[in-house]
């Protein structure tokens, strides 16, 4: 899983808690959106659930986003 490895290093290089990557077998959308997450300074715990797909992580993200920016 090379694309794990790539968020994994970035994330560090970043200040990120890479542990999120790690936690289950995310697929490369939903990685996306828990790194995004992490870099806007949302509460990805909200969101990062295995049974959430990618529509779902991204609807809820956006919505997080919009309200942390009033």
């Known amino acids: 899983m090379i694309y794990l ?5 970035k994330g560090i290089r970043k200040g990120l ?7 289950e ?3 490369m959308e939903q990685l996306y959106d ?6 806007d300074g949302l509460d ?4 990062a659930k295995k049974e959430f797909d990618f529509g779902l ?5 956006y ?3 919009k309200e ?3």
């Open 34 to 39: 828990i790194a995004r997450g992490l870099e």
């Open 17 to 23: 808690d890479v542990s999120w990557f790690v936690r």
């Open 44 to 47: 990805v715990s909200i969101y």
């Open 57 to 61: 992580m991204e609807e809820i993200r």
């Open 5 to 9: 490895e790539d968020y994994i290093e």
């Open 63 to 65: 919505g997080l986003l």
């Open 68 to 70: 942390k920016k009033g």
């Open 25 to 27: 077998e995310w697929d």
